[in-house]
């Protein structure tokens, strides 16, 4: 991502994130963060369009650790999904191996973002009072169900709309190829790859994660950590 890219979405989320700041003050920095992020997808989807080694396709893997482990893979899943990534999961200890496959451009923008938006989820678990006589874990892997949803739909939105503000003819062909060749990485290195069933989730925080995930920044940058780094929600 350039220097002016990264600078621009930086302050505008420190601009999010101050506590001076109203609701809609925040809103607003952070759809501007989330709008500029998308639009850089789509140039780098068009550059590569015209010159493939400016942006080829990869694979890296992210380490989720417990507690929490598969919400936070959910949340990862959610994030890479909009962006064209795709992610396997992998049992590692406790935790997971997320096997993240894209454009080096789009895997750059997913760990970036998940990275963030695990310290946001963090924050908001720590603030939000869990009922009287709820399940806590129950209650907070609800919240984290709730949160990732609505982030995910998010990054949909503002990825549509990037695409559709580029107005290129040719774009819906760019992407349809690009998601086309990173499931055909995938499917090479897990040819017996198998979906995981739905999980079925018994705890009363889902309204207030998903509200927490119509509030969170997503811009993606305003915690940037080496990959391996472990950012996490404690319980």
Sequence with gaps: MSDAMLSKVRKLLAQAEDPACTPAESA????????LIARYGVDR???????PA?????????????????????LL????????????????GTGFAM?????????ERVELLFTSLLVQAAHGLAG????????VAAFRRSWLAGFAQVVGV???AAEAGAVAEAGAPSMALVLADRSDRVRHRVAEVYPRLRTAAPRRLAGGGFGPGAEAGRRAELG????ATAPGARPGITG
């Design 99 to 107: 096997h993240l496959f894209g454009f080096a451009s789009d895997l």
């Design 28 to 35: 607003a920095f952070t759809a501007k963060a989330t709008e």
């Design 77 to 92: 899943a959610a994030v890479a999904d909009p962006l064209r990534c795709r992610c396997v999961r992998r049992r590692e």
């Design 45 to 51: 989807a068009l550059l590569a369009a015209r010159d």
């Design 54 to 74: 400016t942006d080829p396709v990869g694979d890296r893997v992210v380490e989720v650790v417990a507690p929490y482990a598969r919400d936070k893979a959910g």
């Design 128 to 135: 939000v009072k869990v009922p009287a006589g709820a399940h």
């Design 154 to 156: 998010r990054l949909g």
């Design 220 to 223: 993606g940058l305003g915690v």
